[in-house]
């Protein structure tokens, strides 16, 4: 049977939903011996370009959001461990994102919304210019992770008018999610 345009913007829109794309550098395809997937567009709150790095002499990954450039950092994943990568990033933008006041209720809802990560070649040369600056830094004396990110967001870049990227994320999911809350 064939489906209506109706049947078919819907099953779309409905693919959209729950879904995270991670737009992996060229480098970090071939490190975890990936092929990507050519993805429909979703809204840039979604995207996340990300890359690999030596950071304190160790191989770490840096994940960067289109809209915010909120930048996630996680290190442990080895090469081929996609599906560990995924789960560590969930997990430590969770941790990041409760940690800088993001009420629960909205961190759930954007963490449901992408529970689908798919991976995608890089597509904006801008993220990548930003991705770039978070990656100038090769060594830091950070405790933890968590305060890594913190100090990291709280740059400003010129792509979002010169805030803080932390603020930014914080008011696109309070505006993504306003109906909810």
């Known amino acids: 049977m064939r489906e ?5 913007n819907a099953r779309r829109r409905k693919e959209r939903e729950n879904l995270i794309i991670l737009r992996l550098t060229k480098a970090l395809l071939k490190d975890m011996k990936v092929t990507p997937i050519e993805s429909d567009s979703v809204p840039s709150l979604f995207n996340w370009h990300v890359n690999i790095y030596r950071l304190n002499n160790c191989k770490h990954i840096v994940f960067v959001n289109d809209l915010s450039r909120l930048s996630v950092i996680i290190d442990g994943i080895r ?3 996609l599906a560990q990568m995924k789960e560590k990033f969930l997990i430590t933008l969770e941790d990041y994102l409760r940690s800088e ?6 961190v759930a809802s954007y963490l449901k919304e992408g529970s689908e990560l798919r991976i995608a070649r890089t597509n904006n040369r801008s993220v990548l210019g930003t991705m ?3 990656t ?5 004396d950070f405790q933890d992770n ?3 990110l913190k100090w990291l ?3 400003i870049h010129k792509p979002i008018d010169y805030h803080e990227p932390i603020n930014v994320f914080k008011k696109a999911i309070k505006d993504q999610y306003k109906d909810i809350m």
């Open 153 to 155: 967001n709280q740059m």
């Open 136 to 140: 100038f830094f090769v060594e830091d």
């Open 79 to 81: 090469t081929g461990q």
């Open 101 to 106: 006041g993001v009420e629960d209720g909205l």
């Open 146 to 148: 968590i305060s890594r």
């Open 4 to 8: 209506t345009l109706c049947e078919t």
């Open 132 to 134: 770039k600056e978070v």
